[in-house]
């Protein structure tokens, strides 16, 4: 959970008023009080005679200025003493009035400034930190989220599975010598992991036949609303037992030779053809699922790292599933990184990948397995609607690739208002939180500002009208909370 800190002032005059602007401010304050403040160098005391006694113990009379003089003295001394302090204080509420209309001025210019931006298919959204509203334009319509979604899902996975939960994959030899291999959707299960697995196996077994790789905790084939048939990695496909996010990342030596752009994973000659076909030259393509393509690299990796520690298969490689009545336990590996740290990279990179992944978890665990897109987007709606109390959305999966997600600006305000523990699992500009949304013709931003007094406030922008940017609209809020 995070804890609110200090964080240094932005200046004013980056948010719409002026350098002169604010000299003149400056300067009018001093003007007030130099003109109404008393020159006290322009009075000369006084002094009142009274009667002494001499040395001689007789009354000698001294000149005795007249009673009235006496009073004019005393009221000169009261205004002496009284009346700068009365000036002092008119001045610092008329430097008040005029910094605060000059404020109201400002924000009034800002607001309508960000009204001309919004049109009949983008949306705005402002609260203050309780959650009232500062700021709303067709805060009812809904509209694409595209990426923003992403919090949803995992507000969804921090409530259902812990921050402290981790994947498991699960190892198992039968009665054949056969090695399975059962995933349960890790979606951080990466070169290093399984250099890790193989290290710990090598300390249980010297060699198998085949590699059966069970995928069952998910169902198969998984169509992702929104996800097409291409080579970039923000179509990933997904699944049970699935390793360095489906893709593969490449380039070329002087001599023109394919090889790994990556130092710890082996550029495999499964994927030579895949490679070949994308005519690239270097960068990183996905794995699709056709032929099990996915699964079946997932396969060839595991052999890599298996023979690099001594561990030698005499098979090939199939799909198959693990009979826990016959098959015997061999290892369980519990994933090192919690889920705190899986929702901080899905966030941080907007990983479609990821966000699926946990919402598949989730329908296999909450509901039961295996996992489907269906249960996973029945789990996310029920959430939303009986945890967050949101009444108007539509959900198709869990990333935001599709554009049949919608929701309205004013229900995104209820997930980041229960989001904001977790603020700082966003990515940071500035006094400025954030997760992003972008697909053709979209922008959409939603996070927190923070204003000068260090308070966060949740903000959502949607812009479903092409060409038209989110960040605009981002900076003048940001002007706005900070003036």
């Known amino acids: 959970m995070a804890v609110l800190g200090k964080t240094a002032q932005s200046s004013p005059s980056h948010c719409g008023i002026s350098g002169s602007a604010e000299s003149s401010i400056g300067a009018r304050i001093s003007e007030i009080v130099l003109i109404d403040t008393p020159d006290r160098s322009s009075y000369t005391p006084i002094k009142k005679e009274v009667l002494v006694k001499d040395v001689s113990g007789r009354m000698t009379s001294k000149k005795q200025l007249p009673f009235s003089v006496f009073i004019l003295i005393f009221s000169l001394f009261l205004f002496l003493i009284v009346e700068p302090l009365s000036v002092s204080g008119n001045s610092n509420s008329h430097a008040g009035d005029a910094s605060g209309k000059s404020s109201l001025s400002e924000k009034t210019a800002i607001t309508d400034k960000i009204k001309s931006l919004i049109g009949p298919r983008d949306a705005v959204f402002l609260a203050d930190a309780s959650g009232k509203p500062i700021l709303a334009v067709n805060e009812n319509k809904l509209l694409i989220p595209a990426s923003t979604l992403k919090m949803l899902t995992s507000l969804a996975a921090l409530h259902y599975l812990g921050e402290d939960f981790r994947f498991k994959t699960e190892l198992y030899m039968d009665n054949q010598e056969n090695l399975k291999i059962k995933g349960h959707g890790d979606p951080l299960l990466i070169s290093e992991v399984l250099r890790e697995i193989a290290r710990e196996l090598s300390t249980r077994v010297s060699g198998f036949n085949d590699l059966i790789l069970d995928t069952s905790h998910f169902t198969e084939p998984l169509i992702v609303p929104g996800v097409t048939s291409s080579f970039q990695p923000y179509d990933a496909p997904n699944g049970a037992l699935c390793v360095n996010f489906n893709t593969v990342y490449f380039k070329q030596d002087k001599t023109g030779k394919f090889i790994s752009a990556e130092s710890e994973t082996p550029l495999l000659p499964f994927v030579l053809p895949k490679i070949k076909k994308s005519k690239l030259r270097e960068g990183r393509i996905l794995l699709a699922g056709e032929k099990e393509e996915c699964f079946m690299y997932a396969g060839h990796l595991f052999l890599y790292f298996f023979s690099s520690h001594n561990i030698l298969s005499s098979g090939k490689i199939r799909m198959g599933e693990v009979d826990t009545s016959k098959d015997e336990h061999i290892y369980t590996y519990i994933s090192g990184y919690p ?57 198709s999966e869990g990333s935001g690739i599709s554009r049949n997600n919608r929701i309205t600006a004013k229900e995104m305000m209820k997930i980041l208002n229960k989001f904001a523990p977790y603020y700082d699992l966003l990515r940071k500009d500035g006094n400025v939180y954030y997760k992003t949304g972008t697909l053709n013709g979209i922008r959409t931003r939603a996070g927190y500002i923070r204003d000068l007094k260090g308070n966060l406030l949740p903000f959502v922008i949607l812009i479903n009208t092409p060409n038209k940017s989110d960040k605009t609209v981002l900076n003048n809020l940001t002007c706005y909370v900070q003036s």
């Open 339 to 395: 889920l705190a740290h899986v929702i901080r990279r899905l966030l941080e990179f907007s990983n479609n990948y990821i966000a699926n992944q946990l919402m598949l978890a989730m329908s296999a665990i909450v509901q039961s397995p295996p996992g489907t897109m269906e249960k996973g987007v029945r789990v996310l709606n029920e959430f939303a609607k009986k945890e967050l109390k949101i009444e108007d959305i539509r959900i």
